[in-house]
């Protein structure tokens, strides 16, 4: 009798044990939750997104067009802009279209292997915007600090160069990244609290022990967030002496606002960065969460294009000129 009892036990701790295993490999596709609420404020979310997409895309587009055909912005700021853009268009591209029938549905599902895509273009494209708005902090460092040697030292190949190893540098990120989520084990739960895939969502679903892998994130960050905010902050200091040095106010004035716009920018999207994934969230409702997510997704991709433009007189020219170009060949 007690022989089979023993046997009895060992065979359900087997059975149990084997369908954990196999619970760990059922979950093939998630489920976005998305914002949740009333059909009425949900229809209004979507075309407010939906308009939103809308400007990004033509926006950065319109910077791509003006700083590739205009000669007046060959310069290597107004290449980097246009490289900030094409890291924007990635984006919104990777996060809105998703996120418009998921508003129309009140939640839609994704794929495990589109999950892990769409969390892979997702740090490609948060990655890069660090270690570029690091590299252009430094070409205003030297526009201003070093202005006789600024030719020399930001010639074309170098800023090629240096846009080059960005994009290296955040696919190589992104790709140890996406490899570490996607040891994280899944059980039953399958319903992230999120409008994407993102890091923290997928560890509150996970059946697995997720210590490792929050370690290995906050020693990524020192490379990819850490260290450049470092520098920003070292360059705009010694920008700041500088600017404070200039007897005139006029060429102090003019000296400021070479850097501003950037600096605009940088303040919107490290701000959002920090609140959401370095800052501790504890007590952070899922709300505020993705409400600060909407603001580097969804709507910084929007703001940039806005900033450059309007506060920079050689876009509005650029601009100027393509829309004459373009009366005078209808004329012809």
Same mark, same amino acid.
């Given at each position: 009798?007690?022989?089979?009892?023993?046997?009895?036990?060992?065979?359900?701790?087997?059975?149990?044990?084997?369908?954990?295993?196999?619970?760990?490999?059922?979950?093939?596709?998630?489920?976005?939750?998305?914002?949740?609420?009333?059909?009425?404020?949900?229809?209004?979310?979507?075309?407010?997104?939906?308009?939103?997409?809308?400007?990004? @895309?033509?926006?950065?587009?319109? @910077?791509?067009?003006?700083?590739?055909?205009?000669?007046?912005?060959?310069?290597?700021?107004?290449?980097?802009?246009?490289?900030?853009?094409?890291?924007?268009?990635?984006?919104?591209?990777?996060?809105?279209?998703?996120?418009?029938?998921?508003?129309?549905?009140?939640?839609?599902?994704?794929?495990?292997?589109?999950?892990?895509?769409?969390?892979?273009?997702?740090?490609?494209?948060?990655?890069?915007?660090?270690?570029?708005?690091?590299?252009?902090? &430094?070409?205003?460092?030297?526009?201003?600090?070093?202005?006789?040697?600024?030719?020399?030292?930001?010639?074309?190949?170098?800023?090629?160069?240096?846009?080059?190893?960005?994009?290296?540098?955040?696919?190589?990120?992104?790709?140890?990244?996406?490899?570490?989520?996607?040891?994280?084990?899944?059980?039953?739960?399958?319903?992230?609290?999120?409008?994407?895939?993102?890091?923290?969502?997928?560890?509150?679903?996970?059946?697995?022990?997720?210590?490792?892998?929050?370690?290995?994130?906050?020693?990524?960050?020192?490379?990819?967030?850490?260290?450049?905010?470092? @520098?920003?902050?070292?360059?705009?200091?010694?920008?700041?002496?500088?600017?404070?040095?200039?007897?005139?106010?006029?060429?102090?004035?003019?000296?400021?606002?070479?850097?501003?716009?950037?600096?605009?920018?940088?303040?919107?999207?490290?701000?959002?960065?920090?609140?959401?994934?370095?800052?501790?969230?504890?007590?952070?409702?899922?709300?505020?969460?993705?409400?600060?997510?909407?603001?580097?997704?969804?709507?910084?991709?929007?703001?940039?294009?806005?900033? &450059?433009?309007?506060?920079?007189?050689?876009?509005?020219?650029?601009?100027?000129?393509?829309?004459?170009?373009?009366?005078?060949?209808?004329?012809?």
């Amino acid at each position: 009798m007690v022989e089979n009892i023993q046997r009895y036990l060992n065979t359900s701790s087997l059975i149990i044990s084997s369908n954990l295993q196999t619970n760990q490999t059922v979950v093939k596709e998630f489920f976005l939750s998305g914002f949740q609420g009333s059909q009425v404020l949900r229809n209004v979310l979507f075309l407010l997104f939906l308009l939103v997409f809308g400007g990004t @895309i033509c926006g950065n587009l319109l @910077i791509i067009a003006l700083v590739s055909t205009s000669r007046s912005l060959h310069t290597p700021m107004y290449f980097f802009i246009s490289q900030l853009s094409i890291s924007d268009i990635l984006l919104t591209t990777n996060i809105v279209p998703k996120l418009l029938p998921i508003l129309l549905n009140n939640g839609g599902t994704i794929t495990y292997v589109g999950c892990m895509t769409q969390f892979y273009f997702f740090c490609v494209s948060e990655a890069f915007e660090c270690f570029l708005l690091t590299v252009m902090s &430094y070409d205003r460092y030297v526009a201003i600090c070093n202005p006789l040697r600024y030719t020399s030292i930001m010639t074309s190949t170098y800023c090629m160069k240096m846009t080059a190893m960005c994009w290296l540098f955040s696919i190589f990120f992104s790709f140890f990244d996406n490899i570490t989520t996607s040891t994280i084990k899944f059980c039953g739960l399958n319903t992230i609290n999120h409008f994407f895939c993102d890091l923290m969502p997928l560890q509150e679903i996970a059946c697995s022990d997720t210590f490792f892998i929050q370690i290995i994130t906050y020693i990524q960050s020192l490379p990819a967030i850490i260290i450049p905010t470092i @520098i920003i902050i070292k360059c705009y200091v010694y920008i700041t002496i500088t600017i404070l040095r200039i007897p005139s106010n006029i060429s102090r004035q003019k000296a400021f606002s070479t850097c501003s716009s950037h600096l605009i920018v940088v303040s919107i999207f490290y701000w959002s960065i920090f609140s959401v994934y370095v800052v501790p969230t504890k007590g952070q409702s899922s709300t505020i969460s993705k409400i600060l997510s909407l603001l580097f997704t969804v709507f910084t991709p929007l703001i940039n294009p806005i900033i &450059y433009s309007l506060r920079n007189k050689d876009i509005k020219k650029a601009f100027q000129e393509m829309l004459l170009k373009y009366k005078h060949s209808k004329l012809s």
